[in-house]
């Protein structure tokens, strides 16, 4: 969460309490920098907005909202994270001095970015959940198809928000504060060990275990899928049949999932997890502020361009959206 280094920051003791800052920071960048930053993630919430709600759109046009709850959901979290964007950018570029209680309740919850990372981090769990789901469905179907109902997946969207609220919560009141009209989110740490042991923690829990999680499940889904390719092969006759058609394009398919999904996550989310965990487990570590704002924008951007990962590859849904063109003419499919 280099997100928390959003603020230049000192070292000093208040009574028995040591406020640990971003002195890994050599060059902090001048306010035109930052504006411009500001600016450009504004346009990316806006763009994440559009995006996400015509796909919402489409998915409830082509019911698939009932069929896939979880990706449904997905697109929801996204959403919300692209108008948490929007909102919490347009707040910081007017530049508040902040004051009183009011100041300490808008450090907390807007200039800290908490509701923001409270989006981001419900839609990394429910990403994770996806791709469980999918690992279920393909290796244990019959186990699957029995225990995995509406209402263990309900629960599973609800867990995301609970568990990305409480753990915003628990960090942003712990490790934030104003000091002299100045907003310091999660910078300020009572002790060096619990700074280094929440980076680590933070570092494998949404970024090492959800790559395994991915590498593994898709790999595994693709060997079944191979599998049950070989069976109905051998049980077909000499020309391409209808089950084994069906069978490569739903292997076409998971590989290019698991292309996109791992190859852009790992991609778009590396820099900005890597950058954190340094930044709190080595207090010398001298990084430029430039860095900060480069990984940022990296992270962010893969909320924009997640529906198109997802939803994007729904056949109904992109005849929806067709449908929407009036120069593109649509197959209409035979009953």
């Not at 530049?95 to 908490?114: A, H, K, P």
């Amino acid at each position: 969460m280099t997100e928390h280094l959003s603020v230049s920051m000192t070292t000093e003791t208040v009574g028995d309490v040591t406020q640990t800052t971003a002195t890994n920071l050599t060059s902090l960048p001048s306010r035109g920098i930052e504006f411009y930053f500001q600016c450009a993630v504004v346009v990316i919430g806006v763009v994440g907005i559009a995006a996400n709600a015509l796909i919402l759109y489409a998915l409830v046009a082509s019911k698939q909202h009932k069929k896939h709850v979880l990706i449904f959901h997905q697109n929801v979290t996204d959403f919300v994270s692209s108008l948490c964007l929007v909102i919490t950018y347009a707040l910081k570029l007017c530049n508040f001095y902040l004051t009183g209680l009011s100041g300490y309740w808008f450090c907390m919850f807007v200039l800290s970015e908490y509701f923001i990372w409270c989006a981001i981090i419900a839609s990394e769990t429910n990403l994770m959940i996806v791709t469980v789901e999918r690992y279920l469905k393909a290796v244990f179907p019959i186990w699957s198809k029995k225990h995995l109902r509406r209402r263990v997946i309900y629960l599973a969207m609800a867990f995301t928000w609970i568990s990305s609220v409480v753990h915003m919560c628990a960090v942003t009141f712990t490790t934030s504060d104003v000091i002299d009209g100045v907003c310091y989110g999660y910078v300020i740490w009572k002790s060096r060990v619990g700074q280094v042991a929440y980076g680590i923690w933070y570092f494998l829990s949404f970024y090492v275990i959800i790559l395994i999680l991915f590498i593994f499940c898709y790999l595994r889904i693709l060997v079944v899928i191979r599998r049950q390719a070989r069976v109905m092969a051998s049980h077909s006759g000499p020309g391409p049949s209808t089950a084994q058609t069906q069978s490569r394009n739903i292997l076409t398919n998971v590989i290019k999932t698991m292309i996109i999904v791992s190859a852009f996550y790992a991609i778009s989310d590396t820099p900005q997890d890597v950058y954190y965990l340094l930044l709190n487990v080595n207090a010398n570590l001298t990084l430029l502020a430039y860095g900060y704002y480069a990984s940022m924008f990296t992270s962010f951007l893969y909320f924009c361009a997640n529906p198109f990962i997802y939803a994007t590859k729904f056949e109904p849904v992109k005849r929806v959206l067709l449908h929407q063109i009036p120069c593109v003419k649509t197959p209409v499919e035979p009953r």
